[in-house]
């Protein structure tokens, strides 16, 4: 048994991770705002051990870490001062540091990370082009840590991002109309994970550190075409549901102002950077990922509900 700090253990990430960890035998100090709320609540009565905290409040970082060897955290984004990441990640290593009792340090970003830099226009849009530094910035930090073990995470786009409310502000158009518009062609694969086969990679690099140190690894459980995954969710919504590909130039332009586009556009140049990006097997790490028909199929009710004002 492990004793194993979480922070942003409500999110999707960190309540994945949390929900792992508990099932595998592990015990969780998940560092929450809100002991009370409803996401926490459930925490706790699945046995994870509550700590009030913020990740930009050291000192109360320190109760929760403290008598633990292991800690996952995933990057997050501060709305107003995106320099709070970097706050938060520095905060948490020093007090994983100080602690003498951390051993191994679990960091979650986004797939292509390591690529974006690479890619031409990474840096037209300021809040992406922040975003992207500190999560470097994160990156190199655990990597410099000095403790025994680390283990970098970058999953894909979460399955449920076509659920609500993710959906509200991923795909408005998509909810409203049965189209989405986007900068994806026909040809390009996006690439999905489960964030509960995100929560089951933490569990596995928990139990057994040795194999998955030093590792940087991408989370990836299905590679779809557009229409593919809008096929997928359009059947188990009784919807019709397609793309319009945007040209090329707009898409670029929206970029500029609009990160969530930017991220799009991005994506692509990665791809496109990437050799074997549409043809490498999935590596699952023998955890058996779920699939994006499994997962849609799985929470049929819930694409109903996002899905039932389209035509």
Known sequence: MVKVFIAGATGKQGGAAARALLTSGHEVHALVRDVESKAAQALRSQGAIL????VLDFESIKPAIADTQAAFWPSIIFLPDLSDEIRANDNIIKAAKEAGTIQHLIYSTFIG???NTQCSGWDRNPFYKQAVEHK????????????KYYTLLRPSEFMSNYLLPSAQWQFPDLLSTGVLHTSWTKDFKN???DETDIGRTIAAAVSDPERFNGK????VGDRLGVQEA????GAAAGKKLTFETQPFDEAVKAAVENPIKQGEVIRVAVA???KDYYTAPLDDFGLGFTGFRDFVENNKDGIKEAYKNAP
Not at 136 to 147: A, F, I, N, W, Y
């Open 216 to 219: 940087e690894l991408e989370l």
């Open 191 to 193: 690439k999905f994970i």
């Open 113 to 115: 990370l390591d690529k």
């Open 272 to 274: 496109n950077l990437t």
């Open 51 to 54: 700590f009030k905290g913020d």
């Open 136 to 147: 470097l910035d994160g990156e190199e930090k655990v990597r410099q840590s000095g403790l």
């Open 230 to 233: 809008l096929d997928i969710v």
